[in-house]
DNA sequence: CGGGATATTGATTGATTTCAATGTGAGTGG
DNA sequence: CCACTCACATTGAAATCAATCAATATCCCG
């Protein structure tokens, strides 16, 4: 139903490791995926891997954007994080997935083996390391979203992500959302109701303008920044 | 003005360690504090570092509870944990911690030096793995929390509480709190009333008793196990 | 130029917060 | 031993914010 393209780990994705890791990995983790990783294309919306299934593979986004959810038995949906080029994911767990993955657009993924990471990082102690501080970070993440979720009002909550999305974009003035209004509602613990009139909101305030939907340019970043309490 | 009672590190802390690794360590994490650690005594709501200090040491509960939480600027307050004997802290950060640790009752507690801590994982792989299993550990926690901070009711977060605490203890049809009702509301996101009414309202349900204000009687476990989705 | 998915807007409801008052319990000093 | 006090907890009434229910509107794609 939705196409998976896989190209395996081979000579090819090798010669291109060792063109890329000079140049752009600064760690041993990023070289183990860019030496061993295998390509994956998916489709928008097609599943990466289900929450519960066992944990053979860890991933990393080429291109493109991920997100990771749980369900609720009775349908409520968390996003836990948005993946973008340069992150990993399917890392946070020991044999199980604990999360759905999912692409939120085409997407473009490398894999490897989670066995191959252990036995690396067994042997090179770069590489334990980089795991020890990966997993640091996407608790880091965590306990930001945790902040968010727990004590912030809906503006907060959208101004927050802005800054978030702003910040993790090279364009920081104006934000290309990749994301639908639910998915931000689903990301942020509100309805698409409350996340678009929070939006038109924001836009009569003059923090914000959105040229389309799914465009939003911060014009105002000192007023979304106070509203970041 | 708030009294810490140290012992440092020394032979009669390395002698009990001796004992207590064949007993009741079973990682290197463990075996490191046991040997190295020094021990602290800090009464009821003293602070054991702040936000944003040097992270220096690294935390074991021995002895009573400790509650991590960050402060928004106006005040509201996120409390990220509760930590118990047995439990590490500080351990989720590079250089400055990223919460406020508390004592929530009268602890005792071990610590480490960081640097001790990396140094030793830099040499024995079955720390850097133990180091790295711990932080997937908070990360779980974490991510549970998310998803109770972002899309349960008031009585779903107050029955995922108690179960937790549930589970957590020895006893697990009766449940001590060592914890006041603003600490409860603001690890839960909610207001003191908010889970004082719902103390209320799952006790008029029959599914707790209150014999006292700290002391929580899990009648049906089933019907809170339901309100957790 | 449809047509379905996605987004916005409006009206109403409802859960939780806020404001306010009362109750309870543990520790202290008379 | 009791009264006092202070911190903590409960309860009530009103206000508020976001959810829900419902109707358009817009966008993208064939």
Chains 1, 2 share one sequence.
Request: proline content about 2%; aromatic content about 6%.
């Amino acid at each position: 139903m939705l196409k998976q393209d896989i190209v395996l780990g081979s000579s090819r994705a090798a010669v291109a490791g060792a063109i890329l890791s000079r140049t752009v990995e600064r760690n041993g983790l990023g070289e183990a995926f860019v030496l061993m990783g295998a390509r994956l294309n998916v489709e928008r919306n097609a599943e990466i891997y289900g929450e519960g299934e066992p944990a053979e593979y860890v991933y990393r986004v080429v291109r493109g954007v991920v997100r990771t959810y749980k369900l609720l038995s009775d349908g409520r949906r968390q996003i836990s994080a948005f993946l973008i080029p340069g992150d990993f994911f399917g890392l946070d767990c020991d044999d199980e997935y604990r999360f759905t993955a999912e692409a939120v657009t085409d997407a473009t993924l490398t894999f490897v083996k989670r066995s191959a990471l252990t036995g690396l990082a067994r042997r090179d102690g770069e590489v334990a390391n980089d795991l020890w501080r990966m997993a640091r970070g996407e608790l880091h993440r965590a306990h930001d979203h945790m902040l968010l979720l727990g004590r912030k009002s809906a503006q907060e909550r959208i101004a927050a992500f802005l800054l978030e999305m702003a910040e993790r974009a090279e364009e920081t003035d104006t934000v290309e959302l990749p994301m639908s209004r639910l998915d931000i509602a689903d990301y942020l613990g509100l309805t698409i109701e409350t996340v678009s009139r929070t939006f038109t909101h924001l836009e009569n305030a003059a923090a914000i303008e959105l040229p389309s939907t799914r465009r939003v340019r911060l014009c105002n970043k000192a007023a979304l920044a106070r509203l970041n309490a």
